[in-house]
T-cell receptor
Framework: GEDVEQSLFLSVREGDSSVINCTYT??????LYWYKQEPGAGLQLLTY?????DMKQDQRLTVLLNKKDKHLSLRIADTQTGDSAIYFC??????????FGSGTRLLVRP | DGGITQSPKYLFRKEGQNVTLSCEQN?????MYWYRQDPGQGLRLIYY???????QKGDIAEGYSVSREKKESFPLTVTSAQKNPTAFYLC??????????????FGPGTRLTVT
């Protein structure tokens, strides 16, 4: 079945770039997503990428997609303490459902 | 303001009692979803509904029940048959009628504690 995997934890210094990685298994996914979750809150959509794109940039966020390797990454430039949160990648399946990874906890050190 | 509301934010129950979590959306979305999140884990799909009066089991439906009598409402009942009900429950919705992506919009969550 479909599976989405992420590393569990990432720590960076404020001002550095953060790169969060994700691998997925369903090559037919049309869209892939990045969500952010702050403590005790719901998930907030950060960005998404269409599967025929290699890259998408949105202000400090850059998404890279390697469809051959089924690898997705999220780069956050100039990481701030307010970026500390859990980041989930997700792929669409064929029946309007999203398959989520287990989340990467990003800690930004001052 | 359009969005998804879940109430209450915190819920406490005694073991053996059924409890119903509320989820309401005014986004006119046709599909709605319930997820369970445990500490350090991702989201696991409990139930989803793509249209009024119809719903499907997700990956961990045992011990849960839902109804979808109205488009804007998708309540989740955690029954006494659910062995480990203490968790953070998230409701989401999406518009599946368009041709674009099916991004899901999430509510703020309900933290259920059963003792």
């Amino acid at each position: 079945g479909e599976d989405v995997e992420q590393s569990l934890f990432l720590s960076v210094r404020e001002g550095d770039s953060s790169v969060i990685n994700c691998t997925y298994t369903d090559s037919s996914s049309t869209y892939l997503y990045w969500y952010k979750q702050e403590p005790g809150a719901g998930l907030q959509l950060l960005t998404y990428i269409f599967s025929n794109m290699d890259m998408k940039q949105d202000q400090r966020l850059t998404v890279l997609l390697n469809k051959k390797d089924k690898h997705l990454s999220l780069r956050i430039a100039d990481t701030q303490t307010g970026d500390s949160a859990i980041y989930f990648c997700a792929e669409e399946d064929s029946s309007y459902k999203l398959i989520f990874g287990s989340g990467t906890r990003l800690l930004v050190r001052p | 303001d359009g969005g998804i509301t879940q109430s209450p934010k915190y819920l406490f129950r005694k073991e053996g009692q059924n409890v119903t979590l509320s989820c309401e959306q005014n986004l006119n979305h046709d599909a709605m979803y319930w997820y369970r999140q445990d500490p350090g884990q991702g989201l696991r799909l409990i139930y989803y509904s793509q249209i009024v009066n119809d719903f499907q089991k997700g990956d961990i439906a045992e011990g849960y029940s839902v109804s979808r009598e109205k488009k804007e409402s998708f309540p989740l009942t955690v029954t006494s048959a659910q062995k480990n009900p203490t968790a953070f429950y998230l409701c989401a919705s999406t518009d599946t009628t368009g041709v674009k992506n099916y991004e899901q919009y999430f509510g703020p969550g309900t933290r259920l504690t059963v003792t």
